[in-house]
């Protein structure tokens, strides 16, 4: 018995279907309008429906549209008479009007010849959906690779949005197939086949948090959902199958979450526990150990590059912030529910691996710090600083952090007594602006305490705060002994070798002058501690700065009592006396004259400008003109007046009101700026009501009975530079006593912070350095201990201009026998395949002579450089110093961030760059 040969299979046909074969098949109708095609019609589907196409022989881009009717027959004879109906329903031989009959008939060879005849093609059309799925993406080719996955052709064919498939070019790739399939079906990607927008990981895991587009996956048939994952596990990595089956079993919400407690498989906590619990978090699936590492370290490195977003502004910040607080709380709660809390205590990403790190630092501060201690205390707060929510959710945490460690530096710093005799004041005030006053600055901060509130960090920091402020004390009391002897016979022509405040405009605003008139800005009450923030702030590549002597700042000293009528006028009108904003304005004026300059003072009334301006019409004239400006700012001594000073001490630019405009018009001018005090301030700090005394004139001085004995706390001044008192008052040298109620600081006493005048000079270029001066890179002004790199600060100084020019050195070529020099660090990144390919995402980025540069010198300065010296070092390597130093650091945050991760950063508000040198090398797969 002959066996029956089998009959392949129908395909089912819908109405995308027939519409593709007409669009194929029309063109080449020659008038008719019957098409047989091999197939059944889909249960359900329109038998009736309108297709237009352009016509191949008409006039370029005419369109032709037709009534299509759908009739299914299973023989011969139904394919007849419904040839015959139609022709009765439309007669006239319209050919706007087809009959497409579909057939699943076993054999139509009896056919009549003349309905064989009346059909397109004069057969039974067969249905190609790959060919189908072709003409539907304009192609001319199609991929081999589609024809080898039966389920792609119906998918995409059933996907096909209402517009229709965007074109993909001549051929039609499996790629592109699958990535406008991902996008039609399950709203991933953009479904453009580019490199512009990439289909990664990230891509895969922001998809598993929208809305609808995980349950579409999981809606999918069984073979499409298999299809699907083969693809994206080929394109995406190992991440897509665990991600994907999560979504299928409907967790793509829970996703990245499980991804950030997974962690708890490579902590320093991890247990044979811990890793049940996260096998049991997952569930069933591929979730091997290695597979969850890797889901890990990707769900991580997404985080990291969402937090970059969050912390960097701009109109996406807000929603990255968004995301990343959603999935990290629900981490926390998965981890609460495993079990998994203290295996995760030490997490880089969830906020109680923040709190857990900064308890840690505070186990390492001690009120008598040596090397090893200082050293635990720096890794610690590196811990606390790495952590990827430090910059999102505490900054302030954070930088109260650097502060105590500072702090602890400080205090393993060699005690320093003041020299006895001549100088012993001036190098006071020198070394309180040069070291103490940063000092007084980590003070002013940690006196705050802990946002958080956590006791054991308090306490912590109460304890170093209590150190650091007893050796500040012992400063002051040596400075006060010292200044009750030199007050008695310091004059302005006998200074004793120190700077008065009288002879600023002399010796340091006066030589500016030759170069150009300088705007003089007096910020009233602007301590050291101040002047130091300002500094950084206002430091390279904005404005260089710039000091009559090389190496340091100039500090001067104030007029006694330390009191804005005495120190202001004094400094303004260049000679010892008291008053008024009349006296300063006069004498400001005649200073000026008498060296032949045209000069203005503005005070605090003269400043707002009308509706639509800032600064007054007169302020910018004068600026814009040649004569000498004087400005004075009173924002920081109003403030401790009226209780507004901030308990933390901080002081930018944008918070000096009228600072920030004043500072870009002079830039704009082409103008150098001395930003100069007329005396300090003292914050309040007292814990108890005023003392007790008799002639009190003012919070920190008081003109006492004769022959009385200054207190512990006090010291007696006389002389010819006391301007009240008739030459003789008594003053309070310790910081946190007081005459009078309560304020928010207080000048007017001894202390180091009163009486010390900082005197900052901006350059806005180096071209207009007077003769014999220094330009002062931030290294130099910076001491050692409050950065972690102190030790070699001043190995990558900006270089000073040169006064002299010489040739260059002749090279000595390399002997046979000299040895390969091995290569740097900095090297080695720049010729990994990891580096060529982040290159290839920068356009016209640096060279990488200059980026092996620019990594060498910061592992030299073990990881932290001022951007200056980053400048500096990118220069030396045999190109010019970038125009602008924080889009060259931006670039090189591209080439270095491998995936999102900071190798290298900001830090100190975007003054200085640091760069992880241990995530450097694994990163790039290199060795030191």
Do not use: C
């Amino acid at each position: 018995m002959t066996q029956a040969t089998p009959q392949p299979a129908v395909p089912e046909i819908d109405q995308r279907a027939v519409e593709a074969l007409l669009w194929t098949a029309l063109p080449h109708a020659k008038g008719h309008r019957l098409v047989l095609v091999h197939g059944r019609y889909r249960d359900g589907a329109p038998g009736e429906f309108t297709t237009r196409l352009v016509k191949d022989t008409a006039a370029d881009g005419e369109v032709e549209q037709y009534r299509v009717h759908v009739s299914h027959q299973s023989s011969v004879l139904g394919i007849v008479d419904a040839w015959q109906n139609h022709l009765a329903q439309h007669p006239g031989g319209s050919r706007g009007d087809v009959l497409v009959v579909t057939t699943d008939a076993p054999d139509t060879r009896p056919m009549p010849l003349d309905l064989r005849g009346q059909a397109i093609g004069r057969s039974l059309l067969a249905v190609d959906r790959v060919e189908i799925v072709k003409q539907r993406f304009g192609a001319i080719d199609v991929d081999a690779r589609i024809r080898r996955q039966p389920w792609l052709a119906d998918a995409l064919l059933a996907a096909e949005p209402p517009g229709g498939w965007l074109p993909v070019g001549s051929v039609l790739t499996l790629d592109a197939a699958m990535r406008a399939l991902v996008h039609a079906r399950i709203g991933l990607g953009d479904g453009v086949s580019t490199d512009a927008v990439p289909l990664d990981a990230e891509a895969l895991l922001t998809w598993s948090r929208t809305p609808g587009g995980p349950a579409r996956f999981a809606e999918l048939q069984p073979e499409e959902r298999a299809g699907l994952t083969d693809w994206l596990e080929r394109v995406v990595g190992d991440v897509a199958p665990l991600l994907l089956a999560l979504v299928q079993e409907g967790r793509g919400s829970d996703a990245m979450a499980l991804g950030v407690v997974a962690a708890a498989l490579t902590g320093p906590q991890a247990t044979a526990e811990a890793a049940l619990a996260v096998g049991a978090l997952f569930g069933s699936g591929p979730f091997r150990p290695d597979v969850l590492r890797h889901y890990t370290r990707a769900v991580e490195g997404v985080l990291a590059r969402w937090i970059t977003q969050a912390t960097a502004g701009g109109p996406r910040s807000t929603e990255a912030r968004t995301r990343v607080l959603e999935v990290l709380e629900q981490a926390d709660r998965l981890a609460d529910r495993a079990g998994l809390r203290e295996s995760l205590a030490d997490s880089g990403f969830l906020p109680s691996g923040f709190r857990t790190r900064l308890r840690a630092l505070a186990t390492t501060l001690t009120p008598r710090p040596d090397q090893k201690t200082v050293k635990a205390a720096e890794a610690a707060l590196n811990q606390v600083s790495s952590h990827h929510l430090a910059n999102l959710l505490f900054p302030e945490q954070v930088q109260l952090a650097e502060m105590a460690v500072r702090l602890q530096r400080w205090l393993t710093t060699p005690k320093t007594d003041l020299p006895s005799g001549a100088g012993a004041v001036n190098a006071a005030v020198h070394a309180h602006l040069g070291d103490w006053g940063w000092a007084d600055r980590a003070l002013n901060r940690l006196w705050a305490g802990d946002g958080a509130m956590d006791p054991h960090v308090n306490e912590a920091y109460r304890v170093i705060h209590e150190a650091a402020r007893a050796r500040r004390d012992h400063l002051d009391r040596q400075f006060a002994t010292a200044l009750a002897t030199w007050t008695q016979h310091a004059t302005t022509t006998q200074p004793e070798g120190a700077l008065l405040v009288e002879d600023v405009l002399q010796h340091i605003a006066a030589p500016l002058a030759t170069q150009r008139p300088p705007l003089i800005l007096l910020l009233d009450g602007m301590s050291s501690a101040v002047a130091t923030q300002l500094g950084e702030e206002l430091g390279a590549p904005r404005w260089t700065e710039a000091a009559p002597e090389a190496g340091r700042r100039a500090a001067a000293v104030a007029a006694i009592p330390s009191i804005t009528t005495v120190s202001r006028a004094t400094l303004l009108t260049g000679g010892l006396t008291t008053g008024g904003q009349n006296i300063e304005k006069d004498g400001f004026v005649a200073f000026w004259r008498k060296r032949r300059h045209e000069a203005v003072l503005f005070h605090k009334a003269d400043l707002p400008g009308p509706a639509g301006h800032r600064l007054a019409p007169e302020i910018v004239t004068a600026i814009a003109g040649d004569g000498v400006v004087g400005v004075v700012l009173n924002t920081i001594d109003d403030a401790l007046d009226h209780g507004q000073e901030s308990s933390k001490g901080d002081w930018t630019v944008g918070s000096v009101r009228y600072l920030s405009e004043l500072l870009d018009a002079a830039r704009g001018q082409g103008r150098p700026v001395v930003l100069v005090a007329d005396h300090g301030h003292v914050l309040d700090r007292t814990t108890q009501g005023p003392l007790p005394a008799h002639g009190v004139e003012s919070a920190r001085w008081r003109i006492g009975p004769p022959n009385e004995e200054p207190g512990d706390d006090e010291v007696h001044l006389a002389g010819p530079r006391v301007l009240e008192g008739g030459g003789s008052i008594t003053t309070l040298w310790r910081e946190d006593q007081r005459y009078t109620p309560r304020k928010a600081g207080y000048h007017g006493g001894a202390s180091l912070a009163e009486m010390t005048v900082p005197v900052l000079v901006l350059l806005p270029s180096a071209e207009t350095l007077p003769p014999g001066w220094s330009v002062l890179s931030p290294e130099a002004v910076t001491p050692p201990w409050w950065h972690h790199d102190g030790s070699r600060a001043g190995a990558a100084a900006a270089p000073q201009p040169a006064t002299t020019s010489r040739p260059a050195a002749k090279k000595t070529p390399p002997r046979p026998d000299d040895a390969p020099t091995p290569l740097t660090l900095g090297a080695k990144v720049v010729d990994t395949g990891v580096y060529a390919a982040q290159k290839q995402f920068v356009r016209k980025g640096p060279e990488k002579k200059a980026v092996a540069a620019v990594i060498d010198a910061l592992v030299t300065a073990d990881g932290t450089l001022s951007l200056a010296a980053v400048s500096a070092a990118a220069a030396s390597s045999g190109g010019r110093a970038p125009r602008n130093a924080e889009f060259f650091v931006a670039a090189l945050q591209r080439l270095l961030n491998v995936e999102g991760y900071p190798v290298l950063g900001l830090i100190d508000a975007g003054a200085r760059v640091r760069l992880d040198i241990t995530l450097l090398k694994d990163q790039f797969g290199v060795k030191a």
